[in-house]
């Protein structure tokens, strides 16, 4: 029998993954990976942190962790995989088996026959239909030239100021680089209402946004950019211009995400989502059964929605090059899906989420309920103890999570909530899982509560009827911005954490302590919308019941408390 | 219809949990929680850190994360739940429907009327049968009398050096408490031949054994405790007198495990495993219907066994507090069981499993294999990376998840993991699932193939006939301690690597990069038994693939490399 050959089609994540794990199970195979770059095999997630001077030369980014460089010696000598750089795949005869690949330095054509094909063609920056884009220094970081190219201008100090393009994970990372140790004045510019739309609730994503803002960053939100206009002089800074201002840049990051490239596999007859990504069953083959098709370029089945989306993940490119590999030497491994599990530091705060936020979960049909909570992330006596912001998307239907969100200063704690968070939705898990999550417990780790678990038995009690969550930003429109004066706070609190609050808001907000407040029921008043308060909730929640029993009934209870509408700005006290 | 008047017996953790639960939802509900002590209500996990310092004061131990004392007026005033302390349940009238109970001031009895009945009678600490144990400077920390008691002689400096009998959890944790913050002499004493013996199988447990000892902590393995002797004169030291030596100590702690408190279950008649710990369904109903049970006092059902265990965990209790409480007010909750999730910190390290050890599972019945896997916590580029190192028990035959066990200095990205894991295995998972577990990925926080993924890797390549695991401690016998001059080492990686081992172990240790082995392969012994080196064991499986096409199919492969050799001290060459 002659020799397999496999060809692969993109060198980057999935490719090297797939090419390696062909060869540990079948060294006699042929593997030929293919990439247009002359850089292959890097860590694409990394070049923030490359740009911001954390990692400190592009090289770490394309070694093994054993400090080995990932290039095409490295393949060939360690791992047995021929790999073709500068070379470009133009397209595939899929009757001959054979893909059309042109030298990008010589011109020359050639053909590549194959017995599988494995397409790893990634995905391209979006570029959004914006006059001046063109201009040399505007760029998006989508690759290690873009990268290297802007940490050079900065490096050289050409600039002084920035424009950031998009405040989706890269774009809020790429603030970070810029502003955190290179001190560049950066602003960040988003289409929609708030920062990581399409990952954050609003409750959580103001808290991002304040935090960016504390960082010095400058956030504009509902804004679109109409133009990015050269200097009037060659030196001075662009000017970009917005529906509401004008932003001096001396360069300009475009980040409004990515679309799968997909034309190849388009033209050669496979099926394609009408967004471009490739479609794949379980065994990642395409619809054609000798080519596979893996990373950024295909479609995922998302295992909430059971639609597929485009998840563009160093990680599922990783697993899912396994899959590939394992399939193709006969064997028979599935890539299940994805909850769409998520995860960012920005400055020293962590987001993480999973799952569906409550407006995806509207869009999809659910009848979403959206809890929140605010807990310490260990033991509250334990030293390290900081507060944790937890959110949960539960169908009112069905009970089912659909979604978990989160922010913290410990980045590790909360990833790892959820990612266990993850791991029950993805076995359709209810609200009655979560509440019985087991986390192990030890103080320096978790309370004996833990707020996974204090965040599915809240989404309980709310469906149950005995909580009746009020979200910070309605609060806030209510209190703030409403002309409604029967809006009053009742603040369940002790004195002394209450009293700045009474001080600023007289009588609109009044205090009684929830261990006092069976005593003193006289004293609330009847004929007002009553918003209950404490630091994060949960007394308040205590005091709601004790007011339900005492017959008054439409008492909202603030989610979060004034822990939550601290750290999302909507109040500030500097006196307490 | 006349009030519903629920008793509870026993107000630490379970209790008072149930009973704020049921006036949630039953305000009307008559509740009162009974218990022999006056501390009630407190944190006991949190006691090795009160004796520590990390926690200042004990009444932390006792408040609410809003710092107000959980004592009885609290419960009173502000939960509605009537508490009688210092009274002891002496015993159940069932046909009655009443307890018997005592006021341990007074001596007065009274019968109680319950229509449901709550045991949260909680574990009592193991005495081992020593003789001399009864010493006022013998104690176990299972209480907050203890606790203040043990405080109060290291804070009078009247604690030089102190023995721990039991190297489990608390064992450990008090060794930290002692010897960190107060510069006790500590020595640990444990019959079993490693530290945290039913948590850990071997190779972890010696990393932790070196870990406490690099903590100027003595760790006395496989040694029983004969007897502790009063000192000669009055003042002295206690000698504590081992099968293998004599141990000075102003203060000896034992901690050897707890057992459930089912005599007042027993005594009314109602299910108790020979154990001693009350038998319930998962509604958490005894063998009467009208009596409840959870917390330390019960079995719960373990979820990779399907069999009963003692599990006592604060966080358990907790938990099950709300399903007894929702249970007794009409609802229909359950508690599903436990996989057993555990956390400790021991100094500056965590440690962190679920499921079954190794041996634990071969006592079971299963088929287990172990595999370890050592990995950077993090993208390996990522400043912070620091090496995890994370193993799985998993069952030959059925391909199941037994049990994740792992340490590592970043505590929360360990447990969080465990957790996450611990989520697939109450599912049933596999290795697959294991391979296929979606971790959040970013930088910061994971790999994009993560320790987990590359763990159930592992693991599938093992099941698969494609790697060839030896243990760490099998490799010291061998190695070490065997007479076979056959073992040979060969380490695949860099030469500066390898140097300081090849300088000291000749030609028992020889050199040949992964990346040159192809061509180097007629360097490579036939005649021996080769054991394939690296740092973490992935480019030694590289290797033995190499060998296998070669030919050379008796190799095998060091898991957890240089790596878990060094973290064990089974090798330290202080040259490197």
Redesign the interface.
Known sequence: MATTRVVIIGAV?LGP?TACRIK??R?DFHVTMVDQDEYISY?G??IP?YISG??SDVS??M????H?LRNPQ?FE????VKVLTRTRAESIDRKAKTVRIRDLNTGQEDDLPYDYLVLATGSVANRPPIPGLDHPRVTSVSNLHEAVAVKEKIAQGEVDKAVIVGAG?IGCEMAEALSDLWGVETALVEIAPQVLPGVLDTSLARMVRKHLEEHDVAVHLGETVREVAAPAEGDGPLVVRTDHRELEADLVITAVGVRPSGELARNAGLAVSPRGGILVNQRLQTSDPFIYAGGDCIEVMHQITGRHFHFP???L???QG?VIGTNICGGS????G??G?????IFDL?V???GLTRKAAREEGFDPLFVLLV??DR?????TQDLMYLAAVVDRRTRRVLGIQGVSH????L??????V???M??RGTV?DL????????????????IV?ALG?TAENTLDG?NRPLDPEVFEDLFFHGQDDRILCLDV??PQNAAPFVARFGDRWINIP???L?ERLDQVPRDKQLVLI???G??SY?AL??LR?AGITNALNLQGGVAAIKKSGIVDLSGE
């Open positions: 994540a993954k540990r199970l060294p860590g997630c990394g942190y954390d990692v770490e980014l070694s093994t962790s054993f080995m490295f000598k360690a791992k047995g994970a993940q160093g990680s490119a990783n697993r396994r491994a599935r890539f299940p994805s909850v599990t998520f995860a960012v530091k962590a993480a989420t999973a807990q310490a033991a509250h006596f334990y030293p410990n980045g590790d704690a990833v790892g909530r959820v990612n266990a993850a791991a029950i993805a076995a009655e509440s019985n999550l087991e986390v192990a417990y030890s103080p320096p780790f978790a309370s004996a509560m833990d678990n038995n005995l609190r002790g929830q261990e006092t069976e404490c630091n994060s949960v007394r205590e019941l004790q029993k």
